[in-house]
């Protein structure tokens, strides 16, 4: 998903400090909403019950570098929609957000399993003990 790449080169030619940081929270709000959307289209075309998210680099068990592997899965459909994946594993433009999502009966959002709390994407806080209640292996 993607603001797109329009409203990238719109924003790109603000200079003023205060009007960097509206258009980048348009270009968030874009975000979001092709993201909400996807959902309702998933949801609807696959009658799917709760859907979730994970996105490569959000967990130490899902490496940013794992992007490489999803561009490979969509062929050229990254370019076409105006995505690139730079060396550095950032997408361009830089409010795109690349992942999966999953039918999960109970809500999982990645931000349950990453610590840092000032991180200006939080959903969730952090629940230290989530993964060993709900994912750690059994023993048995």
């Known amino acids: 998903m993607t603001c797109g790449i329009e409203l990238t080169l719109w924003a790109d030619e603000f200079t003023d400090m205060l009007d960097k940081l509206f258009a980048d929270e348009l270009k968030m709000a874009a975000l979001r909403s092709a993201m909400n959307q996807l959902g309702k289209d998933i949801k609807a075309r696959y009658n799917t019950g709760a859907l979730s998210q994970m996105n490569p680099g959000s967990l130490?068990?899902?490496?940013?570098?794992?992007?490489?592997?999803?561009?490979?899965?969509?062929?050229?459909?990254?370019?076409?929609?105006?995505?690139?994946?730079?060396?550095?594993?950032?997408?361009?433009?830089?409010?795109?957000?690349s992942g999966i999502f999953f039918e999960k009966e109970k809500k999982f959002i990645n931000c349950q399993l990453c610590p840092p709390e000032k991180c200006p994407s939080r959903k969730i806080a952090f629940d230290s003990g989530l993964y060993d209640r709900e994912y750690r292996p059994s023993e048995h």
């Not at 050229?76 to 795109?96: I, Q, T």
């Open 60 to 97: 130490d068990d899902w490496s940013i570098y794992e992007q490489k592997k999803l561009f490979g899965l969509l062929g050229n459909g990254a370019s076409r929609v105006g995505v690139e994946l730079l060396n550095s594993m950032v997408m361009y433009p830089d409010k795109s957000e």
